[in-house]
């Protein structure tokens, strides 16, 4: 073997060295901005479903007016919680625990509103036996369920992600290119399963 | 020793048992639209309801499956028909035209039912819809017994109210656009290897008259490895054989849907 060939062989390992590490490195990083592109789209989803939810209100509270009328307080209450939900904006490139926190709590406001109204629903058999009212109650339900789909998908999503930039050798340079761990939508105690909607 | 090792496999295939067995939700092995698990219908009726179900599968790529349990493990009907849609993946992929519709019948508890729709069926079976199928057409006729009676007449309403809205051919043809050009690439890279290596093997042919070979091995072997790289999709296939099933699609389902008791 001349030194001719020995450099080009030499200058070839090398090139493909090179190569893998930055096909390497370069994979990692498209999966990881995938990931967190796919955290930030399932957090749209969430609040889609919740957004579902405040749409719901206004037709649900004004069936019901329909039949109980005096029920003031009630009304009030509600309405008030979902303007307060609704005004709850945030990031989504910046979904840190603490306004996934003031989201929580605020849709949690309109939650115990909604549970509320259900109570005083109970005292209006011929509400209940309303067509209307019955769909309502239907797609009310199925919002609920979306919810706690989406809610799920947003987490599992931050969980894979989470898992993947800790995994070694992606760990020493994930967060040099800026990618940090995510914090969960974590739910309240018993809130995991979605509320039941009876009237 | 030859107890030890009969021991042995029975304890790996125990372990192996008790593990499929505690993921209700993993893709079953024979895959088909009609699951009958709490024997709530005859052979007979099985069969219809699969040839029927597996007809309007192959020709609008729309999936409707039945699923029949006794035990529902704890999980609301809703909220496990979803997760049983999801991870099976009924209905196409993109498309998300599922629809999963769980059974468990009344026994000291009250019976459940529930329907289930991917996001592409939410905009024609909305949630009051699926509802009011489950109040008009099942729930009577479970009442009375009639369990089949009241799939068979849920399951008409759901074909009349999707048919026409996605079609296999259109279906396919999304299919083709999406497929990948990352195998593109790779033949790229391997392409320039090649071409430097060749530079290289010329440049070293002018000086010395014997015909070196050493590079060749390299960038034919990387070759063979990218060849292997290029895969096709694993989709169900609609459009063989009739009356025979291709399997799930790979929808996507995100609660939508309505739920019932007697």
């Known amino acids: ?50 957004q579902r939810r405040a749409d719901l209100i206004p037709n649900l509270v004004s069936t019901v007016k329909g039949y109980a009328a005096h029920e003031n307080q009630t009304f009030t209450e509600i309405v008030e919680a979902r303007a307060k939900a609704t005004s709850v ?35 209006y058999p011929d509400l209940k036996a309303n067509q209307n009212f019955r769909d309502l109650q239907a797609q009310l ?25 800790r995994m070694f050798p992606k760990n020493l340079y994930a967060a040099v290119f800026g990618f940090e761990k995510r914090d969960y939508f974590k739910s309240l105690e018993g809130s995991e399963k979605a509320p039941e909607v009876k009237f | 020793m030859k107890k030890l090792l009969l021991l042995l496999i029975i304890a790996l295939f125990s372990s192996t048992l008790v593990s499929a067995q505690t993921d209700i939700f993993s893709k079953p092995a024979k895959e088909q639209l009609v699951v009958d698990q709490a024997g709530v219908f005859t052979e007979q009726e099985i069969a219809q309801l699969k040839e029927k179900l597996h007809q309007f599968s192959k020709e609008t ?41 769980v059974f468990k019948p009344k026994n000291s508890e009250p019976g459940r039912i529930t329907i289930q729709t991917g996001y592409g069926i939410e905009p024609l079976i909305p949630d009051a819809i699926a509802n009011q199928i489950i109040e008009n057409e099942m729930i009577p006729e479970f009442k009375n017994g009639n369990i089949y009676n009241g799939f068979n007449k849920a399951i008409d309403v759901c074909i009349s109210l999707t048919k ?87 929808g996507s389902f995100g609660g939508g849907g309505a739920s019932g008791s007697w």
């Open chain 1, 1 to 50: 073997m001349t030194q001719q060939q020995k450099k080009w062989i030499i200058i070839g390992v090398i090139v493909l060295a090179v190569l893998f590490l930055f096909s390497g490195i370069k994979n990692s990083y498209n999966k990881m901005a995938t990931m967190d592109e796919q955290i930030t789209g399932n957090w749209s989803q969430v609040e889609n479903v919740y």
């Open chain 1, 89 to 123: 904006n945030i990031n989504p490139e910046k979904l840190d625990a603490q306004s996934l926190q003031e989201f929580q709590s605020a849709q949690d406001g309109l939650s115990s509103a909604l549970g509320r109204l259900m109570v005083v629903v109970e005292n």
């Open chain 1, 141 to 165: 339900e199925g919002t609920e369920n979306r919810i706690t789909v989406e809610r799920r998908n947003f987490n599992e999503s931050v969980q894979a992600y989470n898992a993947f930039i």
């Open chain 2, 61 to 101: 790529s729309t999936q409707i499956l039945i699923y029949t349990t006794p035990d529902l493990q704890g999980y609301d009907v809703g909220d496990f028909a979803q997760r049983l849609g999801q991870s099976w993946g009924i209905g196409s992929k993109g498309f998300d035209n599922g629809i999963v519709i």
């Open chain 2, 164 to 250: 026409g809205e996605f079609t296999a051919a259109n279906y396919e043809s999304q299919i083709k656009k999406s497929e990948n050009i990352g195998g593109a690439v790779f033949i790229l890279i391997i392409f320039l290897i090649t071409v430097f290596s060749l530079i290289g093997k010329s440049r070293a042919g002018r000086h010395y008259n014997a015909g070196t070979k050493s590079n060749l091995p390299l960038w034919a072997a990387l070759f063979m490895l990218g060849s292997g790289s290029h895969r096709g999709s694993g989709f169900g296939d609609f459009s063989s054989g009739s009356g025979s099933f291709g399997g799930f699609g790979g």
